[in-house]
């Protein structure tokens, strides 16, 4: 059985199975492994809101990741249906535990890729989206872009990255209180792999999915991301700078949790993003810290 790595909203996420695992001492993918970020070693980590009428807040439904002061990265599937307009999310920057202190910035557009099939969902691809803030955020120690990969990027297999969230720490359990933000390293796997692996599981529709190039394939038995954590960056380290390298979109969990998380691969939408985004910091001769 498919199962999304998300959790929108009531009135469209309601069918995810979430039954625990009965096998003892095997734990599900989730983000765990266990470590809450320390600091603010991720400032580009953000939550993406929408109100909830039965709590009367605005409710973390999804991760994201700022890419400029005035843009933040996510997924299309997040942001379902089309009909929704920016009005109805809100993205909190800067935050280690969620609700802490709550400062909510709009979202003024959203940009959704044209590939996007809402029908599809995630494994349909183009599973990516684009939200532009009212105004730029003020920039700390806290708050700050992550870099964006060159298009032409290769990640190596067995590299070593890192995937950032506040979704569930185990199939069904959500992260207690106080909601601290997890990290979990994981390894970037390869193509051939994941089609390995995925290759009594997938529907005919999502078949090809995995061989177009525009997701990439990382973790292992007991570390990725779960419900919640989808739109949250994964970053790998090059020559000391975080780069972004994918943006979690969905996984298997079906009673296989070996299974690794899909993530959209942000080299294959970079020109896309800075058809819309401009280049922060701006390229030189402007460029500064
Ligand atoms: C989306 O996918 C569904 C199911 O495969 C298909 O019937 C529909 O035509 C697709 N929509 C678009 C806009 O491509
Ligand atoms: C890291 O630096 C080396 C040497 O300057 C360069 O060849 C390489 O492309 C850089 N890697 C990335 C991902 O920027």
């Given at each position: 059985m498919l199962w999304l790595v998300f959790l929108t909203f009531p009135c469209v996420g309601?069918?995810?199975?979430?039954?625990?695992?009965?096998?003892?001492?095997?734990?599900l993918a989730g983000i765990i492994g266990g470590c809450p970020v320390s600091a603010w070693r991720f400032p580009w980590q953000v939550s993406l809101r929408f109100y909830s009428r039965r709590s009367q807040r605005w409710e973390h439904i999804c991760g994201g990741s700022l890419i400029h002061p005035q843009w933040v990265l996510t997924t299309a599937h997040c942001v379902d249906p089309q009909e929704l307009e920016a009005c109805t999310f809100r993205v909190q920057v800067g935050q280690l535990r969620l609700y802490e202190d709550d400062r909510l910035t709009k979202?003024?557009?959203?940009?959704?890729?044209?590939?996007?099939?809402?029908?599809?969902?995630?494994?349909?691809?183009?599973?990516?989206?684009?939200?532009?803030?009212?105004?730029?955020?003020?920039?700390?120690?806290?708050?700050?872009?992550?870099?964006?990969?060159?298009?032409?990027?290769?990640?190596?297999q067995g590299k070593t990255c890192w995937v950032t969230g506040w979704g569930d720490i185990r199939i069904g359990e959500p992260l207690p209180q106080p909601f601290h933000l997890q990290e979990v390293e994981v390894k970037v796997r390869s193509d051939r792999y994941c089609q390995q692996a995925y290759r009594h599981t997938f529907r005919p529709e999502h078949a090809g999915q995995l061989t177009k190039g525009d997701v990439l394939c990382a973790g292992s038995q007991n570390r990725g991301p779960c419900l919640g954590d989808s739109g949250g960056p994964l970053v790998c380290k090059w020559n000391c700078t975080w780069v972004q390298v994918g943006v979690v979109s969905w996984g298997n969990v079906c009673g296989h949790c070996a299974l690794p998380g899909i993530y959209t691969r942000v080299m294959s939408y970079v020109s896309w993003i800075h058809h819309y985004v401009p280049q922060f910091p701006a390229p030189s001769p402007v460029g500064s810290s």
């Open positions: 309601a069918s995810i199975p979430m039954t625990p695992d009965p096998r003892p001492g095997r734990e979202v003024a557009q959203i940009i959704r890729h044209p590939k996007y099939n809402e029908s599809l969902s995630a494994p349909g691809g183009g599973d990516i989206a684009l939200l532009r803030l009212e105004a730029p955020v003020a920039l700390s120690e806290r708050v700050h872009p992550v870099s964006l990969p060159e298009a032409s990027l290769r990640v190596s």
